[in-house]
């Protein structure tokens, strides 16, 4: 007798598809393959070793940070980029994860390597060949940390960045982690393979804080630096809001940038502040510009931003940018601010490098650093209930009292200087 065989509906193929990727995500990160991925590491730093000392290409090799619609990544890049000399190849998981600067891009070759830092060792064999066929032609080999190496997002993206540099010290190469943070909460994991990339590997922290939390592991190469921002030099006018800004001057309203963070932005409550923040800026006497710092699925600040300033669209002393800028165009639009409320920190500090006093939510460890560095400690905000009491005390408070805005002002050159520190050996 026949039967009918009804085909597997593509919702379920979907589901199952979706449960193995779980499963799998998992299991990269757990305990064992953890410890898996360190012992990967030893047998290409094996299959990479120079016996005896041997002339390395001329290029550096860069991994910036997971970019993918966030200003701070393309920020940390191009100031990287700015401060480098020489040919780059630049190792991307992904073709449109970052913008090449047009005044660079002669000098770089991009590589793409899907699941180069993200996907487990079993999947991995051809992406660790083609890495190590990428270590003759180069003399350096520099991470860009931000906030990535502690694993605070991912403990298998951390282990993976600090593998790389260890197969790279066993080629003989100059290897470094520029400006990172650590929450000092690391895994056993984490922490095993920052261990192994020691005495070869320069790690550049980009705060005090963070600095003192890696003081206690005893590594040999750490350098306290400050963010490569700091050192970010390019400016371009955000043509479309040049006359709302005039407006604002003429009419005697000095610009208060806000900034929603679409990873914090998670409750109603977050949003009710701001809410409260936005109507009592504007109530002051202020005006208010909404800048998304990150658009993106699953963390997009133009929808969080949208939210907060939502039924205030016919008032000329609110305005929303739309779009993703550049990090030029973000160091103008900070230069025409009297401050900032910022969830993210690479807004903050172009508010900071701009001499612009700026309040900052604390997330993931790594505020308290920045802040200590540019002497604004008390303008640390808890994303939580009471947050648009404190916001609004704090922009008063910068208001009332000058002296806040000097004391950025005068630890500008210091910070300058100290972001410079990350790129020491490379220029």
Known sequence: MLRWVEPVSSSLVAKAKGWLFALEHRLARSWVSLRCELLVARWDSILVSRPVPSRSGPRHLLVPTVGMGNIGDQAMLEAWLDHVDGPVTLLLARVDSHRIPRRHAPRIDVVVAPGLLDAPWWRRRGLRASLRSLLPASRTVSIIGADIMDGGYDKLEAVLRFNMLTVANAAGLSTRVTGFSWNGRASPAVVRALRQTQPGTELCVRDPHSY????????????????????????????????????????????????????????????????????????????????????????????????????????????????????????????????????????????????????????????????????????ILSPAVGLGREAVEAIRRIARDPAIAGVVQERLASLRGMALDNFVGLR
């Not at 590594?219 to 005039?246: A, H, R």
């Not at 009710?272 to 009592?280: A, I, L, P, Q, S």
């Not at 000329?316 to 969830?343: H, M, N, R, Y």
Request: net charge negative; glycine share 8%; aromatic share 8%.
């Open 212 to 379: 003192e939390r890696l003081v206690s592991l005893h590594l040999e190469k750490l350098v306290q630096v400050s963010d490569m921002v700091f050192c970010f030099n390019q400016t371009e006018p955000y043509e479309p809001i040049v006359g709302w800004c005039d407006r604002m001057a003429i009419a005697g309203r000095r610009i208060v940038i806000v900034n929603a963070s679409g990873l914090l932005m998670s409750s109603t409550v977050l949003l009710d502040e701001y809410r409260y923040f936005v109507e009592t800026m504007l109530a002051d006497g202020f005006a208010v510009l909404a800048v998304p710092h990150v658009i993106r699925p699953g963390d997009d600040d133009l929808a969080a931003c949208r939210s907060v300033v939502r039924g205030l669209e016919g008032d000329d002393a609110v305005l929303l940018i739309g779009e993703l800028l550049s990090p030029a165009q973000v160091a103008w639009v900070a230069s025409k601010a009297f401050a900032t409320l910022s969830g993210r920190m690479h807004l903050a500090i172009f508010s900071l490098l701009a001499a612009r006093p700026a309040a900052v939510l604390s997330s993931q460890g790594k505020v308290s650093g920045l802040m200590a560095l540019t002497g604004l400690d008390d303008f």
